[in-house]
């Protein structure tokens, strides 16, 4: 008789206040932290784990961010990195709101735009715009479409 595999847990500590934002793609949390311009010389206080055991995926990455509410333009900019993460904003310890991340329809100010004649790629004062069609990022400007890598392509 073989003895039942001892249980894992994830210790990653608590925070008081701040935004937890799990269940990342494995291997993109780095990814998310240059979204939210997070560098070792930022004074965020923040916790990361990847390639912890998830439940519903293989894999995961979980990122916590003391001190920090994230913004609605930082969220849409998670959700094309990171599809399936949940946002969870903490206060005194508890999770006072959670929600799931969705890729807008219309992406303003999230993406450059690959095509170098672009109107948003001159000194023109004139913010990126992209509407999103199943997996591709079609600009309005000049329809150039980025069908791949999109976090490649995030401001």
Request: hydrophobic content about 40%.
């Amino acid at each position: 008789m073989t003895e039942p595999e001892p249980k894992r847990t994830l210790v990653i500590s608590t925070i008081e206040n701040g935004t937890v934002i799990d269940h990342i793609r494995a291997g993109e949390a780095l990814t998310v932290l240059r979204i939210l311009g997070i560098t070792g010389s930022t004074r965020e206080r923040v916790s990361v784990a990847t390639n912890v055991t998830s439940k519903a995926h293989e894999r995961k990455d979980v990122v916590k961010i003391e001190k920090r509410e994230l913004k609605a333009n930082e969220v849409d900019r998670i959700a094309l990195v990171a599809p399936n993460a949940t946002i969870n904003i903490i206060r005194d310890f508890r999770v006072i709101e959670k929600k799931g991340v969705i890729i807008p329809p219309i992406l303003l100010g999230v993406l450059k735009c690959p095509n170098p004649c672009c109107i948003t790629n001159t000194n023109e004062p004139v913010e990126s715009r992209f509407e999103m069609h199943m997996e591709k990022a079609v600009c309005s400007y000049c329809d150039a479409v980025i069908s791949s890598d999109l976090p490649s392509h995030i401001i």
